[in-house]
């Protein structure tokens, strides 16, 4: 598996919590996007571990194109 699977065309709004620690999904097979199910198992890919930094509304990438990985760039507009 060279590239990422699309998961959605679209970001997806998430409650982060500041200080809880996250695995988004980066190679798009998780059935349980955007985070991280272990669907990576033997593709190369491994998720992106971030601790959020502030409680908030975090629109994170679903296409798994963003240049910002976790969070939505826009990038699913030139899918
Ligand atoms: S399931 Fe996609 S990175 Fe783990």
Known sequence: ???????????????????STYAWCTCG??????????AHKGTGFAPKVFVAEETKTAYMCQCKQTANPGFCDGAHKNL
Request: net charge negative; hydrophobic share 40%; proline share 17%.
């Open 1 to 19: 598996m060279d590239l990422p699977k699309v998961a959605a065309p679209n970001p997806i709004p998430v409650e982060l919590v500041a200080g």
């Open 29 to 38: 097979l998780s059935d349980k996007q955007p985070f991280c199910n272990g």
